[in-house]
């Protein structure tokens, strides 16, 4: 078995680090909008801090970004150029809801995505479309608290209904929530949760993630009636723990932090809540408010296909005593010493991806998809202003080989690979442009300045050459 003829290579992108125009044709506010870069950020991101107004203090990312929202003929173009089959990109919410419960869809916002899509289309290239990529609007946190209310439930159907309907002959694949495991990790920043002191934050956390739950059955409901092929997916911040040594008490803690993850896309993909959960809750003493029909909705309308994203595999330990922690993506995970890391201590595995790839096809029997992967990686142009990003040849070359064996050797059915930021745009986790994952540089800096101008990398004649040969010529 090698890769699908119709293999749908690829990149990813999201709205909030690449549009810009944050308050443009009507747009609303979005909870991006407000994440400044700089010292606050991970306080607001985690839901710590309250920061729900922008002001003079701060620098927001969010609000220029790479000014795709002008230039994103210039930018589509240079993407087919590549080759490219596939393009991920997310629906700005607040673009077509300003915020959130208006009763008319706004027009100008719906036009902007009909003018992205054409130009897809115009190059035969399919849309992967997120419908929310750590996206709500502003008025919704402020008036219902966002998605600790089953309010949002609604407020998000409605959204579906609309973007399904106008866009039901342009787009086959879609996403329902961006890595939505990431739930538990940044409240604020993925799912627009602020706490209040004192209260039981994982009970907050749960009972929004299962209004995410229903939110994304319902989308799948809705998708399915709307266009029957349609292929719904869900979407994991993916990556398999490691136990630290073969002592099972380490084996059992990697078991049970993969299980934080896997738990939503065991209710997505399989439909129902899984009793390592709901035992989990009662020792934790969290009861999940269903409604009625919940349980039915979640087992009827399960997912077509499973995508994830993969930067590196985590590693834990039962031993309290081992301090060696590392950044991955925001996810607790110890230093792995067989690991080399990025720049930002990101750990770079590329057989996890393979081991991460089987675990998913062995749990869910459903095709899957890679949505992202990447290095972010400081690029330095030469006196041409030439980018010889060698370094991110060799990442991805190595995990295409990852997938592609485990797609050879293993049997796996792997739908296509869009790789992270293919074009230079804003770190979600740090709001920096330094960090590059792109095949297409992009003037500007972390400060907000530069002219904008797109280049092409040394990697973007590789992943075209990479491209046309269906990932056979890697080299
Ligand atoms: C994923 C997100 O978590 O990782 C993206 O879906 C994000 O939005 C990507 O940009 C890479 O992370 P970072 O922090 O390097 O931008």
Redesign the pocket.
């Known amino acids: 078995m090698s890769l699908r003829k119709d293999f749908l290579w690829g990149g990813a992108t ?1 709205a909030n ?1 690449v549009e810009g125009g944050y308050l443009e044709g009507n747009k609303g506010l979005s909870i991006i909008d407000v994440v400044p870069a700089g010292k606050d950020r991970v306080a607001v991101k985690k839901g710590k801090m309250r920061m729900l107004e922008c002001d003079e203090q701060h620098f927001y990312p969010s609000h220029e970004a790479i000014d795709f929202y002008h230039h994103y003929k210039e930018d589509i173009a240079l993407l087919a150029e590549m080759g490219f089959k596939c393009y991920r990109f997310s629906i700005a919410w607040t673009r077509i809801f300003p915020n959130g419960d208006d009763l008319q869809p706004n027009e100008e916002g719906l036009k902007f995505y009909d003018r992205v899509l054409d130009e897809c289309l115009k190059y035969g290239i399919e849309p992967l479309v997120t419908i929310t ?2 996206d709500v609007p502003v008025h919704l946190v402020k008036t219902v608290g966002s998605w600790r209310s089953r309010k949002m439930v609604d407020y998000y159907e409605k959204l579906c209904e609309t973007i399904f309907t106008r866009y039901k002959e342009q787009v086959k694949y879609w996403l329902t929530f ?2 939505i495991n ?1 739930l538990l990790h940044l409240p604020f920043s993925s799912s627009g949760l602020v706490f209040e002191e004192g209260e039981n934050e994982e009970a907050v956390k749960y009972q929004a993630a299962h209004h995410q739950l229903v939110a994304s059955a319902k989308a799948t409901e809705i998708a399915h009636r709307i266009n029957p092929k349609f292929k719904i997916g869900c979407m994991l ?1 993916g990556a398999s723990t490691y136990p630290y040594t073969c002592d099972p008490e380490d084996i059992w803690k990697a078991m049970g932090r993969d299980r934080e993850h896997y738990f939503f896309v065991d209710v997505q993909s399989r439909g129902e809540y899984p009793n390592y959960a709901k035992k989990m809750f009662e020792r934790m003493n969290i009861s999940i408010k269903m409604e009625d029909g919940d349980e039915e909705l979640l087992r009827n309308n399960t997912v077509d296909f499973v995508s994830f ?1 993969y ?1 590196g595999s985590r590693l834990t330990s039962a031993d309290p005593e081992k301090n060696t922690q590392t950044a991955a ?2 996810f607790p995970t110890l230093r792995n010493p067989y690991l080399k890391t990025s720049e ?1 201590g ?1 750990q770079i595995d590329p057989l996890g991806l393979r081991i991460t790839l089987n675990t998913l096809y062995d749990r869910y029997q459903k095709p899957l998809f890679i949505v ?1 992967n ?1 290095l ?1 990686a400081i690029d330095t142009p030469d006196e041409n202003g030439y980018i010889e990003d060698d370094y991110r040849i060799d990442y991805i070359r190595e995990h295409i080989k990852a997938f592609k064996v485990a797609v050879e050797e293993d049997g796996i059915d792997l739908l296509g690979y869009t790789t ?2 293919c074009i230079d ?6 709001g920096e442009m330094s ?1 590059r ?1 792109g095949f297409i540089y992009v003037d500007r800096d972390d400060t907000g300045k530069g002219t904008m101008k797109r280049s092409k990398k040394k990697s973007f004649d590789w992943y075209k050459k990479v491209i046309s040969s269906n990932g056979e010529e890697l080299e």
Not at 425 to 430: F, G, I, K, N, P
């Open positions: 999201a680090q990529h750590f961006n890595e990431m911040a994203s930067y993506n925001l930002w990101w992202e990447g972010g992270w930021g745009l804003v770190s979600a986790s740090t960090k994952y």
